[in-house]
């Protein structure tokens, strides 16, 4: 079959999102942690944007009331912040100090709408990427299953068209040569004209069979031609939907990264913030410095708890092949048709398109193969989620990963086995564990067989 592999600047469960070459087993019988996908996508995306709207408006609120009549900048970006040289001459005046107070909890507050506005709206773009790789999912299934039928049609044409042909020659070969003639000659042998008789009988019979495979032979060819055409018809909604799903990732892309520029910004800026207010309110204190000091350690500190985090994760072991397995933990929802399970505000639809392992919780997920990262970071049902590109149209992705658990960055090259994110329940998810899914051509299909023909097994 035809494939055609989605490009970079996207991603058959979506857990999430980003979730087959061939279809469909059944799902092995489980009560483990399973994931959910997005079925009601229009219910998503309204849901997401009423969601945003409210963040908007609630927190816009809240940021108001705290600063009453002093602006709150439209961006924490475009924000002028206090150095600390003109807070500690703003507190030796009460006015000024005061008015600084107000001015540090205004921008806090905004940094906070910041990161919140832009997470929503990467939900949603996220959300809406999960929906149009369903539907590029659901195309190839579609065009396979009309190409199969095509393919089946054209056979089932041709032998009806060999059928006919042997048919005819038959009845050529028992032709009765001139029958008046034989009517003649045989005249008064009533035994040679009761087997002429006969014999034409047969050969009317034949005549008539003759017509009706022919009738047949022409319906199938009908047929075959008309399920050509709606092959072609499908293969051409694939491809619609496989730029379609392809600009989605973009903008899932470009959303993610506005989230993550506002999550960079509020946590560079609001822990010195909050010092700030913190020293502007303690009477004790006289200078800044203390304080100074105390953001420095403190940035020592998350440094060193990083770099320990990432010596820590030891990598998976790697097969001759190449690939890793992405995970320790048995298999809890296997890939195939099982019932819809809903959680987290969404239900799932009844295929799994990838393999759930339960790992438990804060466990060490692997890359199945080196690549660069392709997406990392919110999306909707998946949760936390990270998609490996690894060359020739393949790609992995792994779901759920927990909050502060993701170790790599868009774009970033890992290595096969490398420690990329630790296991969680983020998203529509029922408990700890890694939701692992395989794509090839943009289309998922079945991790298992994929990775035992890489010399890897799973669970």
């Known amino acids: 079959m035809d494939r055609t592999t989605i490009r970079m600047p996207i991603a058959r469960d979506r857990t999430t999102s980003p979730r087959g070459i061939r279809r469909r087993p059944g799902r092995p019988a489980s009560s ?5 996908g997005a079925t009601d996508a229009a219910g998503a995306r309204l849901r997401l944007r009423r969601r945003v709207r409210r963040v908007m408006a609630g927190v816009s609120i809240a940021a108001l009331a705290l600063v009453g009549a002093v602006a709150v ?10 150095t600390w040289d003109e807070l500690q001459a703003a507190k030796a005046n009460t006015a000024a100090g005061a008015a600084a107070v107000v001015q540090i909890t205004g921008l806090i507050a905004q940094l906070e709408t910041n990161v919140q506005i832009t997470r929503a709206e990467a939900e949603l773009r996220t959300d809406e990427l999960i929906v149009a790789q369903q539907k590029f999912d659901d195309a190839v299934a579609r065009a396979d299953q009309i190409q199969a039928q095509a393919d089946a049609s054209a056979a089932e044409a041709a032998a009806a068209e060999r059928n006919a042909g042997q048919v005819a020659a038959q009845l050529y070969r028992a032709g009765t040569g001139d029958v008046g003639v034989s009517l003649f000659l045989d005249a008064g042998n009533s035994a040679a004209t009761e087997t002429l008789l006969a014999k034409l009988g047969s050969m009317e019979k034949m005549v008539e069979r003759t017509s009706d495979i022919y009738n047949s032979a022409r319906e199938k060819q009908n047929a ?4 050509a055409g709606q092959a072609e018809v499908a293969r051409a909604e694939r491809e619609k939907l496989r730029i379609a799903a392809e600009e989605a990732l973009a903008v899932a892309q470009a959303a993610q990264a506005a989230a993550e520029a506002a999550l960079a910004e509020s946590q560079a800026k609001k822990i010195e913030l909050e010092q700030q207010l913190k020293f502007l309110q303690d009477t004790e204190a006289k200078t800044a410095a203390a304080y100074q000091e105390g953001e420095r350690i403190r940035k020592e500190e998350e440094e060193r708890r990083r770099q320990e985090a990432l010596k820590n994760g030891s990598p998976g072991a790697v097969a001759a092949s190449g690939w890793a397995r992405p ?20 239900c799932s639809n009844s295929f799994h398109y990838a393999v759930d392992l339960g790992t438990g919780c804060s466990a060490p997920i692997y890359a199945a193969n080196s690549g660069v990262v ?5 999306s909707g049902t998946y949760g936390n989620y990270v998609q490996i590109d690894h060359g020739g149209g393949v790609w992995t992705g792994y779901a759920h990963i927990r909050p502060g658990g993701t170790f790599v960055g868009t774009g970033q090259w890992v290595e096969s086995g490398q420690n990329i994110a630790s296991s969680g329940t983020t998203g529509a998810s029922t408990g700890c564990h890694l939701h692992f899914e395989v794509f090839v051509g943009g289309s998922r299909i079945n991790p298992i067989p994929f990775m035992a023909d890489r010399g890897v097994g799973l669970g």
Do not use: D, E, N, V
């Open 224 to 227: 075959a031609s008309s399920l």
């Open 32 to 36: 483990a942690p399973s994931t959910p």
């Open 73 to 82: 900048p439209a961006s924490a970006q475009a924000a002028a912040y206090p």
């Open 327 to 346: 995970a320790a933990g048995r298999i809890t929802s296997g890939y195939g048709s099982r019932s819809s399970i809903c959680t987290g505000g969404g």
């Open 374 to 378: 392709r997406f990392a970071g919110w």
